[in-house]
């Protein structure tokens, strides 16, 4: 390596640059409080003033806390109006301090610029070599070094050192998967005949109720049954929104000629993107929007992609109509809800593949 | 009748100076006048004769004087009700100015009067939703916590959380509810404006509808933190963190920085 | 009253110092110096922003239940009455409105939480375009780094606790982009949520991490990162007086205890100001999390919005081939982990190893305490401007529904812009910045060379009218003529004396490469033969003004000719 080294060994502290002289430190030039009693007394009432300040803030926080606090519970205003005057309060006492020392710092005390030297971080030749020498001695000492290798000796410590955290470790793993039964992906609470209810009070929806240019949220009727744990995490894959367009605007797609009834279609709700809750529907476009990343789907040709970061249609959910009139699925999803991942499309068993047929 | 911007205005004063000075940076809008509410009577033949002759001027050179629409100018509006009329009309998006991507809410061109008979005359032709009465649009009378559960559900991924407005595709917007009187939030639902969907009373109930409302209504508290930032989210909350936070602060460290005089 | 103090304090400093030798710390430390600039102060905004989180932290632990059980709520907003919820969510509700000032400390700690990450960037921002990442800080700027990326994982284990409908479609997005992971992404959110998405186990998980772990590793690596910066001493800017060898300063006991104790009041009070005035996290609004609801406006807090924005600008569809791939039967989904993962990657990778990238191309070994101006340096400036150039795209690209709603613009046309314009922009950013910056350098020289102008036209007896240039004082000059000129390197030829090929020649290949996108096109400074040779020609000729024409031609002429040796350069 023939680069040009750039020396740090200097004759003096301020060495030369380009040639030129480093002039040292420029004229100090006083303050009006080094050389005016006046000034330097005025300095000194501003500073004890904004100390007094701080005090005051205190004396408001403590004053808000007490006196703002016994109103009306749950009355916004009243909220806003402790919040606000505790916060005010505390904003002056710690500005006040704040302030206040710095004004003292600048003003009042010496401000003289003073000059140290470095000294180059890397250790003497000496405590190097000394540093050296003493982790051969400890080596030697060991009995690792000098003629007896003991490399079982070696090789059985490193050994046993890296295999030690997996007896912690694998456990812990173990255990904070809860059951990693990830085919859990692949089921829905849909099933043949569960009828769509209304979000959130769970009301069944009849065909009649969904007029052209509705939309509904969906959820699987019984889910709020559940506890709220299973609720949740069900809710999470099963919701619906479901739309009636005019059957004329209706592209139906290749093999799901008996999925939609009279214009109303079903889709999963979760973006095949990330997983958010795709809601936004414009009803005269009929695109379906994604608050998080913006993918759109056009409801009206079986969800593809229109726009947007997501790739694939969202998955429709096959409706039918039961004898009193109520939406109903004909089956689970046929595909996984929500973003891909990396074996959705290994059948993990075969009940999804039953349930669509 | 309730208005959500005159309350809204009055809590706020305190802070009002604060906003004043800082409304520049985040662009947060003037807070507008409140609009008149409207009232719902039983329309008189001559109420439909009236709005007849107000439709043939005002409405007929895009809609057609038998109000059937035409392709691609402007929709039917047969069976429409005169509650999409009193929305359309009552909040100035009608008559439209000039082609957009939406027709924005402007200055009433009607008189309360006069948008009466035009809704008349177009409930006269066939059957629609009614414009609400007094009662089912009373906030008093909803629940605002089943409000909430229901406009989050169905409003909140356009209309934002509280109501204060976002972005559709392509220049569409959903519009800021917090200027909006109870019974244009409720003719909205009922007849799905534009984009919006129609939440007809077998989706959203006219009780949760007034529910709705109800919340919609305790947003004119403001919020309990002070001043709201837009409602809209973290993003005006990180830039004010960067512009007034930080820049206060970086302000005071030039102060720190700089030798006394 | 007053001895009788102060032999007090003498006898407790006795009674330490016996056993502890503090002594020998306290002369070490009280009168160590430090420069004073403002800029200075940007990690210390940082620093007590952090005391701030950790302070306001402590009440809030004090009322927060981190637990996923159901409640239904019995407090007294309106909102809220009987709605279902998770302990946690009914816990930050009660520290909101029924602890009188609880919901202050709540805006206080989220406020900071922005602003701790603001000042970080803006410090490493100072840093990066000051070099003071240079030999010996390296390590410390990698300390530093560190201490930005716990700081963003802070952040996030926070953002989410509250259990809103905000922050778990927040949540949601992660365990979609650990999905998107291959082979065993489906096994990370297993073990992320204790099973299925989204589960009982991820707040009090989140909990531990953010009030345990996160926080315990930035405190002992902003103990490391002040350590350093004691070690090595705090760097200085150029001028009069200053060197590599040197720090001038003034003590840290008194002045810098009083400056730097005294601002961290002022931070304290500025954050106490903004949440008392400003709602930040109003969860109330949001609600409590349901996977069914959204709302517009659903962003992460800004510092990771850029990841939101990389997210958005991906299509899924590229000139119409997807960006999802199926490779025998295993999907494979690039719309996920190019932004989410492997841009973000590459761009705090490149972050994280630039002080050896510069090394590699200056090849000084030296140790550098005296600052860089910024336009001494052209491309890492240049380099610098690009990359917050690049971030800032994405932090708007990640906001572009807000920017949509404000402007009333398609928020598809501003994805379409940014998806075009992330390519653009910042080169073009680096372009401008970098001929900013050699114009101001020209500047320099000429102002070295000719003085400033004072405004006095004065005629001479031929008739000729002239500007009066007055000569530098010599701070000034100094200023403008001590940085580095540093030229590409050299290297030994590719065959040694003996024929051979030699080791390592690649890499000094490489090396010469990146040394010349430096420092191939450079202005240098002015160097004490020629500013002799300027003033020299200034003594020869009388009178006075005819000298300063004379002189101002050739230096015309002479900054001519360095126009076309750069421009040669560039062209090279």
New interface residues.
């Given amino acids: 390596m023939s680069a040009p080294e750039h020396s740090t060994e200097h004759e003096t502290d301020l060495d030369p640059m380009n040639g030129h002289e480093n002039p040292g430190l420029g004229y100090h030039?006083p303050?009006?409080?080094d050389v005016d009693d006046k000034a330097d007394k005025k300095a000194e009432r501003q500073v004890a003033a904004l100390f007094g300040l701080s005090a005051l803030g205190t004396v408001v926080a403590i004053w808000a806390y007490f006196s703002l606090n016994d109103i009306d519970p749950g009355d916004?205003?009243s909220?806003?109006q402790v919040?606000?005057w505790i916060g005010i309060g505390t904003f002056l006492a710690m500005i006040g301090i704040g302030l206040g020392a710095?004004h003292w710092a600048?003003?009042l005390m010496r401000?003289h610029e003073m000059t140290e030297d470095r000294h180059e971080l890397r250790s003497s030749d000496e405590a190097r070599e000394g540093a050296i020498q003493n982790l051969k001695d400890g080596v030697e000492d060991s009995g690792l070094g000098g003629a007896k290798r003991r490399s079982v000796l070696k090789g059985s410590l490193i050994t046993a050192l890296a295999i030690a955290p997996l007896g912690i470790l694998v456990p812990q793993i173990g255990n904070m998967g809860g059951d990693w039964n990830v085919s859990k992906f692949r089921h829905t609470l849909w099933g043949p005949g569960v009828r769509l209810a209304?979000?959130?009070d769970g009301a069944p929806?009849?065909a009649a109720?969904?007029?052209?240019?509705?939309?509904?949220?969906v959820i699987p009727e019984g889910l709020n049954d559940l506890d709220h744990h299973h609720l949740i995490s069900e809710k999470a894959k099963a919701v619906v929104l479901l739309?009636r367009l005019d059957p004329a605007d209706l592209k139906i797609q290749e093999g799901r000629e008996d999925w939609s009834f009279d214009g109303i279609v079903a889709y999963s709700k979760i973006c095949t993107h990330v997983g958010c809750?795709v809601?936004?529907?414009?009803?005269?476009?009929h695109?379906l929007?994604c608050?998080c990343h913006?993918s759109?789907f056009d409801v009206a040709d079986g969800a593809k992609v229109v726009?947007g970061p997501a790739k694939r249609p969202l998955p429709q959910l096959p409706i039918a109509v039961d004898d009193d009139g109520y939406i109903v699925a004909q089956a689970d999803f046929d595909e996984p809800i929500g973003p891909s991942y990396w074996d959705r499309l290994k059948g993990g068993d075969a009940t999804v593949e039953e349930e669509s047929h | 009748m309730h208005s959500i911007a005159r309350r809204r205005h009055h809590?706020a004063a305190?802070?009002l100076l604060?906003l004043a000075l800082l409304a520049l940076i985040t662009?947060i809008a003037a807070i507008a006048a409140p609009t008149p509410a409207t009232a719902t009577t039983e329309a008189s033949a001559e109420d439909v004769a009236d709005g007849e002759r107000l439709f043939a001027a005002n409405c007929a050179s895009c809609h057609g004087l038998d109000a059937q629409g035409q392709d691609g100018v402007a929709p039917s509006l047969v069976g429409v009700g005169a509650a999409a009329v009193d929305f359309q009309v009552g909040t100035g998006r009608m008559p439209m100015q000039a082609s957009g991507?939406q027709a924005p809410a402007k200055p009433v061109q009607f008189s309360d009067e006069q948008i009466a008979q035009l809704a008349a005359w177009v409930a006269s032709l066939g059957a629609g939703p009614a414009i609400p009465t007094a009662e089912q649009v009373d906030p008093e009378l909803g629940?605002?916590?089943n409000?909430?559960?229901?406009f989050?559900?169905?409003c909140?991924?356009?209309?934002?959380?509280?109501g204060?407005?976002?972005?559709?595709?392509?220049?569409?917007?959903?519009p800021s509810l917090l200027e909006t009187t109870p019974t244009h939030i409720y003719e909205a639902m009922l007849t799905?404006p534009?984009?919006?969907?129609?939440?007809?009373d077998?989706?959203v109930t006219p009780e949760q509808k007034r529910d709705v409302i109800a919340?919609l209504d305790?947003q004119s508290?403001?919020?309990?933190?002070?001043?709201?930032?837009g409602?809209?989210?973290?993003?005006?909350?990180?830039?004010?963190?960067?512009i007034?936070?930080?820049g206060?602060?970086?302000a005071?460290?030039?102060?720190?920085?700089?030798?006394?005089? | 009253m007053g001895t009788k103090l102060n032999s007090a304090a003498a006898g407790t400093a006795n009674y330490v110092d016996e056993r502890t030798s503090i002594g020998g710390f306290v002369k070490f430390f009280a009168r160590k110096l430090f420069p004073?600039?403002?800029?200075?102060?940007?990690g210390e905004?940082a620093l007590y922003s952090f005391v701030v989180l950790l302070l306001s932290g402590v009440f809030l632990t004090a009322f927060f239940v981190p637990s996923m059980t159901e409640v239904h709520?019995e407090g007294p907003f309106?909102?809220?009455?009987?709605?279902a919820m998770t302990e946690a969510f009914a816990s930050t509700l009660k520290t909101?409105?029924e602890v009188p000032g609880g919901?202050l400390i709540r805006?206080i700690h989220?406020?900071a939480a922005?602003?701790f990450l603001?000042?970080i960037m803006?410090h490493m921002c100072r840093v990066f375009f000051t070099g003071a990442f240079r030999k010996p800080r390296e390590l410390n700027w990698l300390v530093g780094f560190t201490l930005m990326i716990l700081g963003l994982a802070a952040g996030f284990t926070g953002y989410s606790l509250p259990d809103d409908?905000?922050s778990g479609n927040g949540l949601r997005i992660i365990d979609g982009v650990i999905k998107g992971v291959p082979i065993i992404g489906t096994y990370i959110s297993y073990w992320l949520f204790g099973g299925e998405y989204p589960g009982t186990d991820i707040i009090p998980r989140l909990f531990t991490a953010h009030i345990l772990l996160v926080p315990g590793l930035i405190l002992a690596l902003v103990a490391l990162h002040l350590f350093l910066v004691f070690l090595h001493k705090h760097t200085q800017y150029p001028g009069g007086g200053k060197s590599h060898r040197n720090v001038v300063g003034l003590p840290l006991f008194p002045v810098y205890t009083a400056?730097a104790g005294?601002?961290f009041f002022?931070?304290f009070g500025?954050?106490a100001l903004?949440a008392?005035?400003?709602?930040?996290?109003?969860v109330?609004?949001?609600?409590p999390y349901?996977p069914?609801?959204?709302?517009?406006?659903?962003?992460?807090?800004?510092?990771i919005?850029f990841v939101d924005g990389l997210l958005r600008m991906w299509p899924g569809w590229l000139f119409g081939l997807p960006t999802e791939w199926v490779i025998g039967g295993y999907t494979l989904s690039l719309n996920i982990l190019i932004p989410a993962a492997v841009v973000p990657a590459l761009f705090f990778g490149f972050i994280a190893l630039y002080p050896w990238i510069e090394a590699w191309a200056t090849g000084d070994r030296g140790e550098k305490h005296v600052l860089d101006r910024p336009r001494n340096v052209p491309v890492r400036t240049g380099i610098g401007v690009a990359m917050i150039t690049f971030y800032v795209i994405l932090v708007i690209e990640?906001?572009?529904?807000?920017v949509?709603?404000?402007f009333?613009?398609?928020?598809?046309?501003i994805t379409i812009f940014f998806q075009w314009g992330v390519f653009i922009l910042p080169p073009l950013a680096f372009w401008i910045t970098r001929r900013i910056c050699l114009g101001l350098q020209r500047k320099d020289r000429e102002l070295v060379l000719h003085g400033h102008e004072t405004g006095t036209i004065v005629r001479y007896e031929h008739g000729e009218y002239i500007e009066v240039h007055e000569p530098l004082d010599e701070q000034e000059l100094w200023l403008r003529v001590s940085y580095e000129n540093y030229t590409p390197l050299e290297i030994a030829p590719e065959l040694n004396d003996h024929g051979v090929a030699r080791k390592g020649y690649r890499w000094d290949r490489f090396k010469q490469a990146l040394s010349r996108f430096y420092f191939e096109e450079r202005i240098e400074p002015v160097t004490a033969a020629e500013l002799e040779e300027a003033r020299h020609h200034h003594d020869e000729h009388a009178p006075h003004g005819l000298d300063e024409a004379a002189e101002a031609e050739q230096a015309d002429e002479r900054l001519d000719a360095e126009w076309e040796q750069v421009d040669g350069g560039a062209k090279k």
């Avoid at chain 1, 109720?209 to 949220?217: L, P, R």
């Avoid at chain 1, 809601?279 to 476009?285: D, F, G, M, P």
């Avoid at chain 2, 909140?156 to 509280?162: D, T, W």
């Avoid at chain 3, 009333?408 to 046309?413: A, G």
């Fill in positions: 030039r303050r009006r409080s916004v205003d909220i806003r919040n606000m710095i600048k003003t401000d209304r979000d959130p929806i009849r109720d969904v007029t052209i240019g509705s939309v509904f949220h739309v809750p809601a936004l529907y414009e009803q005269q476009t695109h929007l608050p913006q759109t726009f | 809590r305190p802070l604060v662009g991507p629940d605002a916590a409000g909430m559960l229901v989050r559900t169905n909140a991924m356009c209309h934002g959380s509280i204060g407005g976002g972005a559709l595709t392509q220049g569409k917007f959903a799905g534009q984009s919006m969907p129609v939440f007809n077998a989706n919340y305790f508290n403001g919020s309990p933190g002070g001043l709201s930032l409602a809209i989210g973290p993003v005006s909350e990180g830039m004010w963190a960067w007034v936070l930080l206060l602060i970086i005071s460290t030039i102060w720190v920085g700089a030798r006394s005089s | 004073d600039h403002w800029s200075f102060m940007l905004i709520y309106a909102t809220m009455h009987g709605v909101s409105f919901l805006q989220h406020w922005l602003l603001a000042a803006v409908v905000l400056k005294g601002f002022v931070v500025i954050i903004v008392s005035l400003f709602t930040i996290n109003p109330w609004n949001y609600g349901d069914s609801p959204v709302s517009a406006g659903t962003q992460p807090d800004w510092y919005l990640g906001s572009n529904d807000i949509a709603n404000l009333h613009l398609s928020l598809n046309d």
